[in-house]
């Protein structure tokens, strides 16, 4: 039977509670850039503030290596989102 549960049918089924837990997110992905490149990903925890974020991005050992010996002119910052470095 198509429509037929043992519950019940489905138009006769209540919908499921929305919970605002579910939905929230602990962790997410960071684009890093070094002079608008795609250099790496890093994924934080969404409670980071800008400074950590830029901490952390620096830390990459990838963008150690291609950022070691030069200049950093501006570290630049899309929240939630991506990581500029300009050297």
Partial sequence: MGGFRKAGFYHQTRWPEYDPEAVLEEDILIVIQVNGRLRDRMTIPVSYG??????????????????????????????????????
């Fill in 50 to 87: 800008e400074e950590e974020v830029k901490t952390w991005a620096l830390k990459s050992d990838r963008i150690r290596k291609l950022v070691e010996g030069k200049e950093i002119k501006r570290v630049i910052l899309v929240p939630k989102k991506l990581v500029n470095i300009v050297c």
